[in-house]
């Protein structure tokens, strides 16, 4: 206890001298100081500060070479110990931990370490370490020169041993991946991955340390975190010339082992890394705006964990986990993920995904295989592909198909990146066509694999429910991936691809609205939308089943008033009576012959999954918002109790069960950004629709969409966006572009821009919609302040028509449209003042 206590005294002494120093330099030089060393020859200690004094490492060079101190914003996060290099060979650690003593010299802002020696006799590793103190960084460049070529069992390149699995909540990975501490539940337990940069966060702490090595291009890094037999969290660096494999299957993930990695093999050569160290202010880094209404630091931290916990790995996204290893490529949401997320390698990594799973999980046929896993244990047999990707032995899962589409249509609305989505477009219209061409009749309606629930094999998601030939479920997926990739033929440029995509679509919808005895799934006695259909015509899964109807609804399918009316007012009475927090998978039971678990409710008959909650959420966001909202609340209540880190929650207890944790538990605060605050990026603008509560008034939510800062406003009476000093109000739907030279903006859900303001000289610009009508001969108004002069295209008018400009209510000259329908004019402000535009055909 007593060292304990010394050791705390001394880190809080050099922490508190190091920050006197540098306000000191920094009140003595006013610029910014570039960070200190202080050298101790006699202790054989060197002590590095970055020019804040927020990352403060001590370098222990006295028979050993490692950092023995690590301070984060004041708080000790190193273990025992600290940070060294090494090597693993013939079952043998080799580290900088005991080695003849180095030589240190010193400059005014670097540190060089020589003569580092260790590994086998006869086959010394010499490294080079070279510190850099900055402003807000400190540069660890490590030189190391292999002498022969050396096998290798792991590597240390370095390793950092933190104080505890509590010392870090756990670490947001550059591959969109997180590391969440708490699954390191067990000694030995190990995860690893493809990455490169690692940001460790301490939720409570308010703190961060943010790793990012620098390698060269003909160069491969991986990382390693393990939970070590002394209660410390290490973090194993490796570095090679080609990419590094698992040793067991493609696991990235082990419940009682840390070797993880397969032997690899080091050339003679000298290999160098450079990483760069800055210690952070959580919330200031990872700051998503003013919640209202909410709390916004759940909002955060369960994006920051749930949600990322779905990356496998480089390429792996899915929504289940490093933990069990699945990936469901029967699921659509990973994209929406994204668009919540709003984190640039996350959404990068997807991108990756969807092309890895185009050239590894995609058939010449078009079959989309329905998953991924770690080995072959779950697979058909002779299915598993050396990638990874299999059928799965419950059944065909003809869903993967419309949600393969999903993913990449709602991607590129992320990107909006048209050149790889053209490299999408054969491999979608083949996922497609795969399930189009298994079209009942001309009914629009498409047949499962399987024709009776007698031959008990699944179809979709809900995979031990023995759905089978016309299933609602999955032909809902198929009309949203129909005309989401309608949309997407359009930005390529085929508009017959286009058309045919809407009118199968349209015969979908109709076919699927009919009345059961007409051969559609709507149940009037029961007054909703029955699960499947057998091929000799009996209904089965008329339990009102929640994916079903709520994909219904959200998918646009269902239009009907009425119809959505009585769905979403009976699910919420059946809510009611439970007192549940969140929607089961069904309301009442299957039939024993259908399948799901007995005795209901349990699993999928009846216990509640909360990777649905978006479509739940979308369905209810505009038509009673409230309810929508209050299930978003009780989520974020339960995730600040359990973290949410189960695969579902028991119906009769409402306690969390089940070891597959499920990443999709994150999809009610998806909704909450998709359908509450209306935040849906399209390839070319960001389109707000929010359907607020008054409760929520006052949000201002920061989101980066390609590149460019948004600030969000919201409010029930009108919302805002703000980017570049621009900012455009409207109480209608709308959207916005900022460019390097304009704002345009959108009315409503139009895909091309309605106006364009830009000015020359960098003034703010706010614009309040007041009237924007479809109708080209329609009056528009709006009101406008800067400081100088905005110019203005105004476009979608009557082609070759004189129109009437007012300015607060006075008549400028008139205007006339160019053939397409474009006006161009400039108005001057002075001193921000408020001017009310008008701007209609002369009378």
Not at 162 to 169: H, I
Not at 483 to 496: C, H, I, R, Y
Not at 689 to 695: A, F, G, R, S
Not at 718 to 746: G, Q
Request: net charge negative; glycine share 8%; proline share 4%.
């Amino acid at each position: 206890m007593f060292r304990t206590l010394k050791r705390s005294l001394q880190v809080h002494a050099i922490f508190s001298l190091t920050l006197v120093s540098v306000l000191n330099v920094f009140a003595a030089n006013s610029v910014p100081p570039q960070g200190s060393i202080h050298l101790d020859t006699e202790r054989k200690l060197a002590t590095l500060s970055d020019g804040q004094g927020q990352l403060v490492l001590r370098l222990n060079y006295d028979g050993r070479c490692i950092l023995d101190q690590v301070i984060v914003r004041g708080r000790e996060v190193a273990g025992n110990s600290g940070v060294s290099t090494g090597i693993r060979a013939e079952g043998q650690w080799f580290t900088t931990a005991s080695i003849t003593t180095p030589e240190v010299k010193m400059k005014k802002t670097s540190l060089t370490v020589t003569g580092i020696t260790f590994g086998q006799p006869g086959f010394e590793i010499h490294e080079t370490w070279t510190f850099t103190v900055g402003t807000n960084e400190i540069l660890w460049r490590i030189m190391r020169e292999y002498p022969a070529a050396t096998p290798l069992e792991d590597e240390a390149f370095p390793e950092w041993d933190f104080g505890s699995l509590s010392t870090w909540t756990g670490g947001l990975l550059d591959n969109g991946g997180v590391l969440w501490s708490k699954y390191l539940d067990k000694t030995n337990t190990t995860y690893g991955g493809h990455f490169g940069a690692v940001t460790f966060w301490n939720s409570q702490a308010n703190d961060g340390l943010r790793i990012i090595p620098k390698l060269p291009d003909n160069l491969f890094g991986a990382g390693r975190f393990s939970h070590q037999g002394d209660g410390t969290l290490s973090f194993n660096y490796l570095v090679s010339d080609e990419e590094i494999k698992t040793k067991y299957d493609l696991k990235r993930f082990l419940p009682k082992a840390q070797d993880l990695w397969a032997p690899f093999r080091a050339a003679a050569s000298t290999v160098t890394a450079q990483f760069v160290l800055k210690a952070l202010d959580y919330a200031a880094t990872y700051d998503r705006g003013t919640f209202v209404g909410v709390p916004g630091n759940d909002v955060r931290d369960l994006l920051n964990t749930v949600a990322r916990y779905g990356v496998i790995d480089g390429r792996l996204t899915g929504g289940n986990g490093w933990r069990s290893g699945y990936i469901c490529l029967h699921e659509p949401f990973f994209a929406e993920m994204g668009l919540a997320l709003d984190q640039e390698d996350y959404i990068s990594n997807f991108s990756k995904c969807l092309d890895y799973e185009r050239d590894h999980a995609v058939g010449a046929d078009g079959r989309v295989m329905s998953r991924w896993l770690y080995n072959a244990t779950d697979g058909r047999d002779g299915t598993y592909n050396s990638y990874g990707f299999f059928e799965t032995r419950w059944g065909w899962l003809l869903d993967s198909q419309p949600d393969y589409v999903i993913n990449v249509a709602e991607q590129f609305n992320l990107t909006g990146d048209r050149q790889w989505l053209a490299g999408q477009k054969t491999t979608c219209e083949k996922a497609l066509d795969y399930l189009t061409h298994r079209e009942v009749g001309h009914s629009g309606l498409v047949a499962m694999m399987n024709d009776s629930v007698k031959q008990r094999k699944s179809s979709d998601w809900i995979d031990v429910v023995w759905a089978a030939y016309e299933n609602a479920f999955v032909n809902a997926s198929l009309y949203e991936a129909l005309v989401l990739w309608a949309n997407s033929e359009d930005a390529l440029n085929d508009p017959g691809r286009a058309t045919a995509y809407r009118d199968f679509a349209e015969r979908l919808k109709a076919s699927f609205n009919l009345p059961i005895a007409d051969g559609g799934f709507w149940d009037p006695t029961n007054q909703w939308y029955v699960y499947w259909r057998d091929k000799d015509g009996s209904i089965h899964g008329n339990n009102l089943v929640e994916p079903v109807n709520f994909a219904a609804i959200a998918y646009g399918v269902c239009d009907d008033d009425a119809r959505r009316k009585a769905i979403l007012d009976r699910m919420e009475q059946e809510m009611q009576k439970e007192k549940l927090f969140s929607w089961p998978l069904c309301f009442f039971p299957y039939q024993p012959e259908e399948g799901g678990g007995s005795p209901f409710p349990s699993y999928e008959n009846g216990d509640i999954f909360l990777s649905w909650n978006e479509l739940a959420i979308r369905a209810y966001a505009d038509y009673e918002p409230d309810i929508a909202l209050k299930y978003v609340k009780n989520i974020l209540a339960h995730y600040a109790e359990d973290g949410l880190s189960f695969q579902r929650y028991l119906r009769r207890s409402q306690k969390g069960s089940g070891s597959d944790i499920l990443a999709g538990n994150c999809m009610a605060v998806v909704g909450l950004y998709r359908d509450i605050y209306g935040i849906q990026p399209q390839p070319n603008r960001l389109y707000l629709e929010p359907h607020l509560t008054p409760e929520l008034n006052g949000t201002r939510l920061r989101y980066e969409l390609r590149g460019r800062i948004y600030w969000i406003l919201l409010s029930t009476g009108s919302s805002a966006i703000t980017s570049d000093a621009c900012t455009v109000r409207d109480s209608h739907p709308f959207a916005v572009n900022v460019t390097d030279h304009a704002l345009e903006y959108f009315s409503g859900v139009n895909a091309d821009w309605a106006m364009s303001v830009s000015r020359s000289d960098g003034n703010p610009i706010n614009i309040q919609i007041e009237n924007w009508p479809e109708t080209p001969s329609a009056s528009r108004q709006w009101s406008e302040s800067c400081a100088g002069t905005i110019l203005h295209v105004v476009q979608h008018l009557q082609p070759g028509t004189i129109y009437e400009l007012k300015v607060n209510g006075r008549i400028l000259k008139p205007l006339k449209t160019d053939k397409t329908g474009r006006i161009t004019f400039a108005c001057t402000h002075h001193d921000f003042e408020m001017q009310r535009l008008q701007l209609e055909p002369a009378s």
